[in-house]
C-alpha cells in the first residue's frame, strides 16, 4: 500500500475520534511545552547571572581573609583576622598588574534618623572603592582621600535606607543621621542596584575605612580587599603577584596554605553557570518524565484502537493486506499523534516563553535546540510506543479477527 494512502488512513482514524485523539496528545502537549518553558526559565536565569557578575567587571579581584570558628561554629570566609590596611598599602605599591586597589570592613548598625531607625549593613572603604567596585551614584558625591585621612564622618546610603529613614521625595543629601550613636552626613545616595545573589545592594551605608576603624569597629582588621587588574588579560599575572605579596607581608613559609583566598568574577561566573546549568537539566529531566507518561497514553489508546478494530484488521487482512502494512498503519498512526502534540506544545511553550520572558524581564530565552529536542523526543515517544500496539494489530489471526464481537 502507499505511503500517502497509509498516511490518509491514519488520519482518518485520528479525525474519527476527535476527543480521544485530543486527550491522547495531552500528556505529549503538556510534556513539550513544559521542558520547552522550563529550559527557557533556566537559560534566562543564566544569562541574568553571568550579565549581573559581568557587571561587576571581569578584571575585579576579591581578597577574603580566611574564616575562623566560635563554640565550634564556623563563621564563614572572611571571618578570620589577618587582612590589614598593611596588606593593602603592599599590593598598591608592589603588584605591577594591578590598577587598583581597595580595603572593605563590612559589619552591621544600627542607623537613626529622628523618630527612624534601621538595622543596615555598613561598609568601610576608601575613596578609590568605586573604580573597583561598581557603586555608583544616584545623587550627591564620593568621599575623597582627604576625608579619609581625616577620620571624616560622612556617609553614602542606598536607596533601601533612604526610603527606611526619610520620608518620599525629600532629599537626605546634608541631613545627619546617627549611625551607632555617631552623626555623620549624608554627602551620596547610590543608584539602585537590587540583589547581587543573596545580598541587597540597596541596602547599606559606605563610609571612610578609617572612620570605621576609629570610631565604630575599633579593629584593625578587615573583611577583605578589592583587587582591579590593569586588563582581563593581566588577571593571572594579578592574581600571582598578589598572591606572593601577601604570603610575604603574611610571613607563610613555603608549603604553609594561604590564611586568604582570591575570588574573582570568572570564578563567581563559572559556579553561578554550573549550578543553573544543573538545575535547568534537572527541571527539564522531570518535565521529560510527562512525556514519558504521554507516550503510555498514546500505547493505551493504541492497544484500545486494536480492540475496536480487529474485525477491519482482519478483512483488510483477508483481502490481502501484509503484515508490514498493518504494522505501518498503526506505527504511522502513533507518530502522528506525538507530532501534532508536540506541534502544539511547542507552540505553547514558546510562546509562554515569550510572554516570561517579557513579564520577568528574561533574554534569549528559547533555545532551537530545546525545541528540536523536545519535538524530536514526542515523536521517538510515538514511534516507542506505538510499535507495541501495532505488532498485535499485526499478528491478528485474520479469521480469529473476523469472528471478533
Known amino acids: 500500500m502507499p505511503a500517502l494512502e497509509i498516511l490518509r488512513i491514519a488520519l482518518r482514524s485520528i479525525r474519527a475520534n476527535k476527543m480521544r485523539s485530543l486527550l491522547t496528545m495531552l500528556g505529549i502537549i503538556i510534556?513539550?511545552?513544559?521542558?520547552?518553558?522550563?529550559?527557557?526559565?533556566?537559560?534566562g536565569a543564566t544569562d541574568m547571572v553571568t550579565n549581573k557578575v559581568e557587571s561587576l567587571g571581569t578584571n575585579l579581584i576579591q581578597i577574603m581573609s580566611s574564616s575562623t570558628s566560635v563554640g565550634g561554629i564556623n563563621k564563614g570566609q572572611g571571618s578570620a583576622p589577618t587582612l590589614?590596611?598593611?596588606?593593602?598599602?603592599?599590593?598598591?605599591?608592589?603588584?605591577?598588574?594591578?590598577k587598583a586597589v581597595a580595603p572593605l570592613l563590612s559589619t552591621q548598625g544600627q542607623v537613626v534618623w529622628r523618630a527612624n531607625n534601621y538595622s543596615t549593613s555598613i561598609q568601610?572603604?576608601?575613596?578609590?572603592y568605586p573604580q573597583i567596585e561598581n557603586m555608583p551614584?544616584?545623587?550627591?558625591?564620593?568621599?575623597?582621600?582627604?576625608?579619609?585621612?581625616?577620620?571624616?564622618?560622612?556617609a553614602i546610603i542606598g536607596t533601601t535606607v533612604e526610603s527606611d529613614l526619610f520620608p518620599s521625595g525629600m532629599n537626605p543629601i546634608g541631613q545627619t543621621i546617627d549611625v551607632n550613636g555617631i552623626p555623620?552626613?549624608?554627602?551620596?545616595?547610590?543608584?539602585?542596584?537590587?540583589?547581587?545573589?543573596?545580598i541587597n545592594q540597596d541596602d547599606r551605608i559606605v563610609i571612610p575605612i578609617?572612620?570605621?576603624?576609629?570610631?565604630?569597629?575599633?579593629?584593625?582588621?578587615?573583611?577583605?580587599?578589592?583587587?582591579?587588574?590593569?586588563?582581563?588579560?593581566?588577571?593571572?599575572?594579578?592574581?600571582?603577584?598578589?598572591?606572593?605579596?601577601l604570603r610575604v607581608a603574611n610571613q607563610i613559609l613555603p608549603g604553609q596554605a594561604n590564611n586568604f583566598t582570591l575570588l574573582t568574577s570568572a570564578?563567581?561566573?563559572?559556579?553561578?553557570?554550573?549550578?543553573?546549568?544543573?538545575?535547568?537539566?534537572?527541571?527539564?529531566?522531570?518535565?521529560?518524565?510527562?512525556l514519558v507518561v504521554g507516550g503510555i497514553g498514546i500505547m493505551n489508546i493504541m492497544l484500545v484502537s486494536v480492540t475496536e478494530r480487529t474485525r477491519e484488521i482482519g478483512i483488510r487482512k483477508a483481502i490481502g493486506a501484509s503484515k508490514g502494512v498493518i504494522l505501518a498503519q498503526f506505527v504511522v498512526e502513533a507518530v502522528l499523534v506525538s507530532?501534532?502534540?508536540?506541534?502544539?506544545?511547542?507552540?505553547?511553550?514558546?510562546?509562554?516563553?515569550?510572554?516570561?520572558?517579557?513579564?520577568?524581564?528574561?533574554?534569549?530565552?528559547?533555545?532551537?535546540?530545546?525545541?528540536?529536542?523536545?519535538?524530536?523526543?514526542?515523536?521517538?515517544?510515538?514511534?516507542?510506543?506505538?510499535?507495541?500496539?501495532?505488532?498485535?494489530?499485526?499478528?491478528?489471526?485474520p479469521i480469529d479477527a473476523l469472528r471478533f464481537e
Open 124 to 128: 568601610g572603604t576608601t575613596a578609590n
Open 210 to 245: 578609617t572612620t570605621d576603624m576609629n570610631l565604630l569597629d575599633g579593629t584593625t582588621y578587615l573583611t577583605g580587599i578589592y583587587a582591579a587588574a590593569k586588563s582581563p588579560a593581566d588577571m593571572a599575572m594579578a592574581e600571582a603577584e598578589i598572591t606572593s605579596t
Open 339 to 397: 507530532i501534532i502534540g508536540g506541534l502544539i506544545g511547542v507552540a505553547i511553550g514558546v510562546l509562554g516563553a515569550v510572554i516570561g520572558g517579557s513579564v520577568f524581564h528574561l533574554s534569549g530565552l528559547v533555545g532551537m535546540n530545546a525545541v528540536g529536542l523536545a519535538f524530536g523526543f514526542a515523536a521517538l515517544v510515538g514511534i516507542i510506543f506505538g510499535v507495541y500496539p501495532a505488532r498485535k494489530a499485526a499478528n491478528l489471526n
Open 137 to 154: 551614584l544616584g545623587s550627591g558625591r564620593n568621599f575623597t582621600n582627604q576625608e579619609v585621612q581625616d577620620n571624616a564622618t560622612v
Open 31 to 43: 510534556g513539550v511545552s513544559a521542558v520547552i518553558l522550563l529550559t527557557a526559565v533556566g537559560r
Open 184 to 198: 555623620f552626613r549624608v554627602i551620596g545616595v547610590l543608584k539602585s542596584e537590587g540583589t547581587n545573589g543573596f
Open 84 to 98: 590589614t590596611m598593611a596588606d593593602v598599602q603592599a599590593i598598591a605599591q608592589q603588584d605591577t598588574a594591578v
Open 267 to 290: 570564578t563567581f561566573l563559572s559556579t553561578l553557570t554550573s549550578i543553573t546549568g544543573i538545575l535547568t537539566d534537572l527541571l527539564a529531566g522531570v518535565a521529560g518524565i510527562s
